[in-house]
T-cell receptor, first 113, second 118 residues
Framework: TQLLEQSPQFLSIQEGENLTVYCNSS?????LQWYRQEPGEGPVLLVT?????EVKKLKRLTFQFGDARKDSSLHITAAQPGDTGLYLC?????????????FGEGTQLTVNP | DAGVIQSPRHEVTEMGQEVTLRCKPI?????LFWYRQTMMRGLELLIY????????DSGMPEDRFSAKMPNASFSTLKIQPSEPRDSAVYFC????????????????FGPGTRLTVT
């Protein structure tokens, strides 16, 4: 059973369209992160959200952490081909030094010119 | 600044051979993570170290896998003997973890090693 469920798994859209990617869990996270991974490279951190209900914006990307800290969403406005990649959410359970990140399976986004 | 460095970038080997993957974390980081990524299972944590000490190795698939971190600037992941089902991309990541409330758990990934076992 996957601790973090991401949807959709695959998304192919045209340049200029808007999209939302979801990350859901039955567990409460002390923080949640979003990463983007391009082919042949490792994931790169986009944002960390910590507070329930928190909204962060990174240019055309808007990240929201659910009030109960069990889910998150990533919204991209006016998608561009450069946004193409694998988007991964990752949650931290607990705050002790032994805590670890648990990754979702990812959403593969393709933005066609 | 140099990021996480992994070597080799690509490795092709025959079933039964020993494979050693190497990682140099970002200087100053005190936590190191080994992940495996496949299409079927996504990104899986294999093992992680804090201050060179293995903290959680529950993700290591079986005894054929072993990891060491002899010092703060070097770690290895060894597979012996290798099998075709070990084919995957293996990532190393590092982060800084301070005492309670002083870490954001942000991880910095290396470029990965693509392993193919035939």
């Amino acid at each position: 059973t996957q601790l973090l469920e991401q949807s959709p798994q695959f998304l192919s859209i045209q340049e200029g369209e808007n999209l939302t990617v979801y990350c859901n869990s039955s567990s409460v996270f002390s923080s949640l992160q979003w990463y983007r991974q391009e082919p042949g490279e490792g994931p790169v951190l986009l944002v960390t959200v910590v507070t329930g209900g928190e909204v962060k914006k990174l240019k055309r990307l808007t990240f929201q952490f659910g009030d109960a800290r069990k889910d998150s969403s990533l919204h991209i406005t006016a998608a561009q081909p450069g946004d193409t990649g694998l988007y991964l959410c990752a949650g931290v359970v607990g705050v002790t030094s032994g805590s670890r990140l648990t990754f979702g399976e990812g959403t593969q986004l393709t933005v066609n010119p | 600044d140099a990021g996480v460095i992994q070597s080799p970038r690509h490795e092709v080997t025959e079933m039964g051979q020993e494979v050693t993957l190497r990682c140099k974390p970002i200087s100053g980081h005190n936590s190191l993570f080994w992940y495996r990524q496949t299409m079927m299972r996504g990104l899986e944590l294999l093992i992680y170290f804090n201050n060179n000490v293995p903290i959680d190795d529950s993700g290591m698939p079986e005894d054929r896998f072993s990891a060491k971190m002899p010092n703060a600037s070097f770690s290895t992941l060894k597979i012996q003997p290798s099998e075709p089902r070990d084919s995957a991309v293996y990532f190393c990541a590092s982060s800084f973890r301070g005492r309670h409330g002083t870490s954001s758990y942000e991880q910095y990934f290396g470029p990965g090693t693509r392993l193919t076992v035939t």
